[in-house]
């Protein structure tokens, strides 16, 4: 393999994050990834996929083994649990199973970058300090996410490589059926909205309407993926990677419900979890009438995070200063990357026509 050819490991490369990586680095001529999920890829890509379930060392190790030629490792895999403790030693079993197996495997593995996210600065637990900036004190554990970076930290020198983390918030991208993926969030609940003829209201708390917060592309995040890899001065370092211009949903939602062409009315606080809940029926009507791909409706949407996204009644702001002091120049204006994505989802039949700025 030339010296100049990167081979990324991207580790739940199905999901919204893995997704976008994958499909920036297909664009570029000296990249080759190779996906990890438990499914196949759902998505075009001239990627080969690997079936493997990273909690099963055994499973791992039989399936990237015959990986030998990897520079990058990007992990993006999570493992959701009921509980902030229980969620440590999951998603520790399965980043310490992929790279101990890979370095193995690739001699010439170079850099391993760690998608965190907001949890590193207790934005699910309650106000905090904004913008959070890398350097921040952390808060009292568990946290996955801590414990991620520390055993990167730890084990870089004797692995021989470098590594990175960026820390992205509220994702928005093109995946289904993945836990954290504010776009499909946003989508389904206006087409069910549009078919049942009520308003497109902001389901939140009051607070959440009017605070200051931000979101972030997927497809900035695989930009930052592929600069946080051949930036020298990228290594064994965090950065806060977001849109990087601050929005109230205030100002935003009347946007999004004129794009959807669905009537708006006033906020008013609900459970998504609650109320979609019944809502498969009224989901399987849209999709038998408009063509749409049958994703089953227990996987186009994850409530839970459109509750916990729009429950934040409080700032919730990362600060970017340091990842564009190092160089990184990627950013999108949060209104044109709904416009965009909605309008890709629909020409994807993920979403249904109307459900598309006008």
């Given at each position: ?143 996955f996410y801590y414990d991620q970076e520390d055993y990167l930290r730890s084990r870089a020198d004797e692995g021989g490589w ?148 729009f429950g934040m009644d409080y700032d919730n702001i990362f600060s970017t200063a340091k990842i564009r002091q190092h160089g ?31």
């Amino acid at each position: 393999m030339p010296d100049t050819t990167r081979k990324a490991v991207v580790a739940g490369g199905n999901g919204v994050t893995g997704r976008a990586i994958i499909q920036h680095l297909e664009t570029l001529p000296c990249w080759e990834t190779v996906g990890l999920s438990r499914r196949e890829p759902e998505f075009g890509t001239n990627s080969p996929f690997v079936a493997v379930d990273l909690l099963d060392r055994h499973d791992v190790e039989e399936k990237l083994s015959g990986i030998t030629d990897a520079t990058d490792l990007v992990y993006a895999a999570y493992q959701p649990r009921p509980s902030w403790a229980e969620l440590v030693e999951p998603n520790m079993v399965m980043l310490r199973n992929v790279v101990e197996i890979l370095e193995k495997a690739s001699p010439k593995l170079r850099h391993v970058t760690l998608i965190q996210g907001g949890k590193v600065y207790g934005s699910h637990l309650g106000p905090y300090r904004t913008p959070a900036r890398e350097d921040d004190s952390r808060h009292l554990p568990p946290e996955f996410y801590y414990d991620q970076e520390d055993y990167l930290r730890s084990r870089a020198d004797e692995g021989g490589w470098t590594w990175s983390a960026l820390r992205p918030d509220a994702i928005a991208g093109f995946a289904v059926g993945t836990p954290m993926n504010l776009l499909m969030v946003i989508g389904v609940y206006a087409a069910i909205c549009r078919e049942l003829g009520v308003p497109f209201r902001f389901p939140g708390k009051p607070g959440a309407y009017r605070a200051l917060t931000q979101v972030t592309d997927a497809r900035i995040v695989g930009q930052a993926v592929e600069w946080a890899a051949t930036e020298p001065s990228a290594a064994g370092e965090a950065f806060n990677v977001t849109n990087s211009d601050p929005m109230r949903w205030e100002h935003v939602w009347p946007q999004l419900a004129e794009h959807f062409r669905v009537p708006r009315a006033d906020p008013l606080p609900f459970s998504l979890t609650e109320f979609m809940a019944d809502k498969t029926a009224v989901w399987n009507r849209i999709v038998e009438r408009h063509g749409l791909r049958p994703y089953p409706f227990d996987r186009v949407a994850s409530w839970w995070f459109g509750d916990f996204v729009f429950g934040m009644d409080y700032d919730n702001i990362f600060s970017t200063a340091k990842i564009r002091q190092h160089g990184f120049t990627g950013g999108i204006d949060t209104e044109r990357m709904f416009t965009e994505l909605f309008t890709e989802l629909v020409k994807q039949r993920v979403l249904p026509p109307g459900i598309e700025p006008s």
